[in-house]
């Protein structure tokens, strides 16, 4: 019996686990759906559309909302801080970006980078060359590196860190 039992204990870990990741999939796919007339309105520059949706169409508020466990919903809030970001309301991008993680090359450096930028904007210096830093220091490229570190450069400058400042130009040059 102890050994069906163990069996049976097995089987339900394991359709839970499929179940579980069925699930997900499922969701995300849900998500993705959502999200695409916001990410249409995000592209036409209909930053308030791409937000809060129109009345027919989630906004990528709603699909965090909704979604937010799921990789579509994780992506949303890029696009959330990003629209913030060009709005100008920087204190409001900063949650949404550190909510945000990829392994993506480009996307995930891309989000270090705004939230630097958001930093910068308050004249939080200190934390703006931290995110730069990592910007640069995550998965390099020779594209967009010398970007991020020319931007921590001037953030260190703003710090009067003239020491740090001129490392990160001498990564650039090197």
Do not use: C, W
């Not at 695409?36 to 937000?51: G, T």
Request: proline share 2%.
């Amino acid at each position: 019996t102890l050994v069906f039992s163990l069996a049976g204990l097995i089987a339900i870990v394991l359709a839970g686990y499929f179940g579980y990741k069925y699930y997900m999939e499922s969701q995300n796919t849900l998500a993705q759906d959502e999200m695409f007339q916001a990410v249409h309105y995000f592209e036409q520059d209909s930053l308030d559309l791409a937000l809060n949706g129109d009345g027919n169409y989630y906004g990528f508020l709603d699909v965090i909302d909704n979604y937010g466990h799921t990789e579509a919903g994780n992506l949303a809030n890029f696009y959330v801080g990003t629209i913030y970001m060009k709005k100008g309301s920087y204190t409001s991008a900063i949650p949404f970006l550190e909510d945000f993680s990829s392994n993506d090359m480009v996307i995930q450096a891309r989000a270090y980078s705004l939230l630097g930028d958001a930093y910068m904007q308050q004249g939080a210096f200190s934390d703006a060359a931290s995110y730069y830093t990592k910007a640069a220091d995550y998965k390099p490229n020779k594209y967009f590196t010398p970007i991020y570190l020319m931007k921590a450069g001037l953030a260190y400058e703003k710090l009067e860190d003239y020491s740090n400042a001129a490392k990160q130009y001498e990564k650039i040059v090197e």
